[in-house]
């Protein structure tokens, strides 16, 4: 081992790996165990990408400052007829002038 | 493979990049300054490539917490894919085994929603097109958590060159392009409040899987449509 590894952190890493492929595999392993998907199973598989994809989004709406609130809600409007990087575009543009120019 | 599918899995793969590079290089400046070494950063986005987990393992070495504790955690954080894995089953089912090894590796929030969206927009979700997003978002990762380590102090506060807004934003539209489906509003409106609930009275991470299984409760009792004899499984 150099210097660029250190044994107790390499091996921290791989195992930190192995849990993560376990959650990124396990659900398929679990589906694929039932014979017939039950019709409830499904619809709240149906649902995961609006459920998760929330949380990621409202907490940060939550605890943000007042021009990240105006940020993401300009960049939402945006998105009703725009890209996404136009949205991205669109919501950096409001919060850094915000922060710099208005001095927020 | 068809290179065209490739070049489109490419070209949605760009703005996930650009939203998601900032924090690649904020996880190996913050690894540095937590006692890893830049080649440990740089393995850890390698083979863990779950940014926000890779951020609370980083927190946790720094404190020095025991290790099977961090291991857990960094489980409990990434517990979502368990979900995406189950949801994204069906549109891979015609990935060989290799295939599907490698699809779920790389299963991020982005590739997992991105490919969702193709799946039911009645687009095949090839093999070609998915590694495109895959490769595209997985190698900058890389090369930005190095860059990250070695220029670790020139991007210390996020906030002064506002990329703290990318990646709730784009996490924003992906979400509201699942605003078609069925239950879309209950299900966001449970999963934002259990989630800023959580994230105000448990903490993070943990708010992303209380919202998350809150919100896919939801959708689980909320009546099904299509089958009317739907028995009860629970």
């Known amino acids: 081992m150099d210097t660029r590894f250190h044994l107790d952190m390499t091996l921290l890493i791989f195992a930190a790996a192995v849990a993560t492929f ?15 998907i039950p019709p409830r199973l499904d619809a709240a598989l149906n649902a995961v990408p609006a459920a998760v994809l929330t949380t990621l989004v409202a907490p940060n709406f939550y605890a943000g400052g007042p021009e990240v609130k105006i940020a993401m809600a300009f960049a939402l409007v ?6 996404v990087l136009t949205m991205l575009a669109a919501g950096w543009v409001v919060v850094m002038a915000l922060r710099h120019g208005a001095g927020w | 493979m068809s290179s065209s599918d490739f070049r489109a899995g490419l070209r949605t793969g760009l703005p996930i990049v650009l939203s ?27 083979t863990v490539y779950a940014g926000a987990s890779q951020l609370v393992g980083l927190e946790l070495f720094g404190h020095h917490v025991q290790p099977w504790l961090v291991i857990l955690s960094i489980f409990a954080v990434n517990f979502r894919h368990i979900l995406y894995s189950a949801a994204l089953t069906k549109y891979i089912t015609h990935f060989t ?30 093999f070609a097109w998915y590694a495109g997003v895959g490769l595209i978002i997985y190698l900058p990762w890389l090369a930005v958590t190095i860059l990250g380590a070695f220029l670790g ?26 605003r078609k489906r069925d239950n879309f ?25 209380v919202g998350a299984l809150a919100g896919v409760l939801v959708a689980a009792c909320l009546p099904v449509r299509e089958t009317a004899d739907a028995s009860e499984e629970a």
């Open chain 1, 22 to 36: 376990a959650t990124r595999i396990g659900g398929y392993v679990l589906i694929t165990r039932m014979k017939k």
């Open chain 2, 20 to 46: 998601a590079a900032p924090f690649g290089a904020l996880f190996g400046a913050v690894a540095v300054q937590n006692g890893q070494t830049w080649a440990e950063a740089a393995l850890m986005s390698a």
């Open chain 2, 153 to 178: 102090n020139l991007i210390h506060d996020p906030k002064v060159i506002g990329l703290d807004v990318l990646l709730p934003i784009y996490f924003l539209g992906l979400v509201f392009g699942f």
């Open chain 2, 97 to 126: 085994p290799f295939q599907k090894f490698f699809a779920f590796f790389v299963l991020t929030d982005p590739q997992f929603a991105e490919s969702v969206k193709r799946g039911e927009t009645g687009h095949t979700v090839s």
């Open chain 1, 78 to 83: 945006v998105g009703l007829r725009f890209n």
């Open chain 2, 185 to 209: 509003i209950p299900v966001a409106l449970v999963a934002a409040v259990g989630s800023v609930l959580a994230y105000r009275y448990i903490g993070s991470p943990w708010h992303v899987s």
